[in-house]
């Protein structure tokens, strides 16, 4: 009797222990399997990367640029028509948000060297916007600049390529 209370006992424990491997074991796959979500989710792409997936979107070329937190927002125009294009930061996925027909004006500065005008002023600095604004008859780019705790606002003309208008503020201004 007192063996078989013991193989009983003995049984039991080893029962009760290989449920409890089993469960730690399928908690640290969930546990990591959920850092690798978690991992996946917080990945951001440059603005490069998100910029060829927006032109893949909508053939043209990028005539402005913008981000915010969750993504990156494109102004691509396409001969008469502007569309905008929405690029997720997280996961790439692209998304024609809005087609405008707009016909061009002299426009001889692309994006490219209005970022490189900007950069030379503002050196090392993030562009956060680069919009083209042609809707008064004269064609300039808008452009923001932050640096350190500084916001620049710089205006520049889309024919010449000569700043307009540059300011300086703390960002919390």
Known sequence: ????????????????????????????Q??????????????????DE???IALQKVKGSI???EQDDDDYEFDIRD??????????KNNGN???V????KPAHDVTVSEEQAREIALKKVPDGEIVKL??????????????????????????????????EYERDTQDE
């Open 1 to 28: 009797m007192k063996k078989a209370l013991i193989v009983t006992a003995l049984v039991g424990t080893l029962g009760v222990s290989g449920i409890i491997g089993y469960a730690a074991s399928n908690a640290s």
């Open 30 to 47: 969930l546990t990591t399997g959920v850092k690798s979500a978690v991992t996946a989710q917080t990945t951001t792409m440059t603005v």
């Open 50 to 52: 998100a910029q060829k």
């Open 63 to 65: 005539i402005s640029s």
């Open 79 to 88: 001969g008469d028509y502007v569309y905008e294009v929405e690029v997720k």
């Open 94 to 96: 692209a998304t024609t």
């Open 98 to 101: 809005e087609k405008d027909y």
């Open 131 to 164: 919009e083209l604004d042609d809707d008064d008859g004269q064609s300039r780019y808008d452009v923001e600049i932050v640096k350190h705790d500084y916001e620049h606002e710089l205006e520049i003309d889309a024919t010449t390529g000569k700043i307009l």
